[in-house]
C-alpha cells in the first residue's frame, strides 16, 4: 500500500492519522507548528482517502498494517504516532499489534468503545450530488445542504471534491466503499497493550465521543494512559483549540 503523504521538518518523526471522511490537510497547521519544534511530521491520508489507493479491503487492522508498512519503508525508528477519531483508532490497532514500533502515542477525541453508525446524514449527502451535473462546489453545496445543514461541516467534506481529467468533478475519497464498511468504522478495541508505554488522550471539552465512563476502559486496555479535557472545544478539538492542543502534544512528547 502506497500511502499518500506530506513530510514537514527535521527530527523525532510523528506521524500523524486523520479521521473519516478526513485527509492529511486536516491537520498540515498544527503540523507546521509541530515541526518548528525539531519534529519530522509525516501527515498521511489514510486508504480510501484523499490521494492513497481506493481499495475494497476498509479496516483498521488493514489501516494498522498499512501503518506499520510505512514505517518499515521510510526506515523511521520509533516515531511519536497520533490519530483523531477514525485515526485514533488506527493507531490503537497498530499500537497493540506493532507494540515494538512506536514510542508514545496520542489519541485525540475518540474512546476505545463501539459507536454506532452515525455518519448516516453525512452519507445520505455525499451521495445526493450528481458529479454528472454540478458545474461548481456551489452546486455541490446546495445538493449537501438538503441533508448536513451546518456549513462548516460542508465545506470539510467537500475538500474531498477535486477535478477529473475532463473538467468535471470526483471525490477523492472512496465513497462507495467507506458507506459500505462504515460499520466498522465503529468497531470497539479489544485488545490490551501488553507494555506500559505511555498513551495521551485527548478530548473535547463538548464532545460526547469520549464520556467520563469511557475512561474505565480506556485505563483498562492501556494501562499507562491519561486524558486530558480541552475545555469549550468539540470534535474537532485541534481546529477549535489549536494552540491548547499544540501545548498538550509538545508537553506529552517531550
Given at each position: 500500500?502506497?500511502?499518500?503523504?506530506?513530510v514537514?521538518?527535521?527530527?523525532?518523526?510523528?506521524?500523524?492519522?486523520?479521521?473519516?471522511?478526513?485527509?492529511?490537510?486536516?491537520?498540515?497547521?498544527?503540523?507546521?507548528?509541530?515541526?518548528?519544534?525539531?519534529?519530522?511530521?509525516?501527515?498521511?491520508?489514510?486508504?480510501?482517502?484523499?490521494?492513497?489507493?481506493?481499495?475494497?479491503?476498509?479496516?483498521?487492522?488493514?489501516?494498522?498494517?498499512?501503518?506499520?508498512?510505512?514505517?518499515?519503508?521510510?526506515?523511521?525508528?520509533?516515531?511519536?504516532?497520533?490519530?483523531?477519531?477514525?485515526?485514533?483508532?488506527?493507531?490503537?490497532?497498530f499500537?497493540?499489534?506493532?507494540s515494538?514500533?512506536?514510542?508514545?502515542?496520542?489519541?485525540?477525541?475518540?474512546?476505545?468503545?463501539?459507536?454506532?453508525?452515525h455518519?448516516?446524514?453525512?452519507?445520505?449527502?455525499?451521495?445526493?450530488?450528481?458529479?454528472?451535473?454540478?458545474?461548481?462546489?456551489?452546486?455541490?453545496d446546495?445538493?449537501?445542504?438538503?441533508?448536513?445543514?451546518d456549513?462548516?461541516?460542508?465545506?470539510f467534506?467537500?475538500?474531498?471534491?477535486?477535478?477529473?481529467?475532463?473538467?468535471?468533478?470526483?471525490?477523492?475519497?472512496?465513497?462507495?466503499?467507506i458507506?459500505?464498511?462504515?460499520?466498522?468504522?465503529?468497531?470497539?478495541?479489544?485488545?490490551?497493550?501488553?507494555?506500559?508505554?505511555?498513551?495521551?488522550?485527548?478530548?473535547?471539552?463538548?464532545?460526547?465521543?469520549?464520556k467520563?465512563?469511557?475512561?474505565?476502559?480506556?485505563?483498562?486496555?492501556?494501562?499507562?494512559a491519561?486524558?486530558k479535557?480541552?475545555?469549550?472545544?468539540?470534535?474537532?478539538?485541534?481546529?477549535?483549540?489549536?494552540?491548547?492542543?499544540?501545548?498538550?502534544?509538545?508537553?506529552?512528547?517531550?
Open positions: 500500500m502506497e500511502l499518500n503523504y506530506k514537514i521538518g527535521e527530527g523525532k518523526p510523528l506521524i500523524i492519522l486523520h479521521g473519516v471522511f478526513g485527509s492529511a490537510d486536516n491537520w498540515l497547521t498544527i503540523a507546521k507548528e509541530l515541526a518548528e519544534h525539531h519534529f519530522k511530521v509525516y501527515l498521511l491520508d489514510q486508504r480510501n482517502h484523499g490521494d492513497s489507493p481506493h481499495i475494497d479491503e476498509f479496516s483498521y487492522q488493514a489501516m494498522a498494517d498499512d501503518l506499520h508498512e510505512f514505517i518499515e519503508k521510510h526506515e523511521l525508528d520509533k516515531p511519536f504516532i497520533l490519530g483523531h477519531s477514525m485515526g485514533g483508532k488506527a493507531a490503537m490497532k499500537s497493540v499489534n506493532y515494538d514500533e512506536w514510542e508514545k502515542m496520542i489519541v485525540v477525541d475518540i474512546a476505545p468503545k463501539a459507536y454506532p453508525v455518519h448516516d446524514k453525512i452519507l445520505a449527502g455525499l451521495k445526493s450530488i450528481d458529479l454528472d451535473a454540478i458545474k461548481s462546489r456551489g452546486d455541490a446546495k445538493q449537501l445542504a438538503e441533508h448536513v445543514p456549513l462548516g461541516t460542508r465545506q467534506l467537500l475538500k474531498n471534491l477535486a477535478r477529473n481529467d475532463s473538467g468535471g468533478y470526483k471525490w477523492k475519497l472512496n465513497l462507495e466503499v458507506d459500505k464498511n462504515i460499520e466498522a468504522i465503529g468497531e470497539g478495541q479489544e485488545d490490551r497493550l501488553a507494555i506500559e508505554k505511555e498513551v495521551l488522550f485527548i478530548r473535547g471539552g463538548k464532545s460526547d465521543y469520549v467520563d465512563s469511557d475512561i474505565i476502559l480506556i485505563t483498562q486496555l492501556f494501562p499507562n491519561e486524558v479535557t480541552i475545555a469549550g472545544a468539540g470534535h474537532w478539538v485541534h481546529a477549535e483549540k489549536s494552540k491548547e492542543v499544540i501545548e498538550l502534544i509538545l508537553d506529552f512528547l517531550r
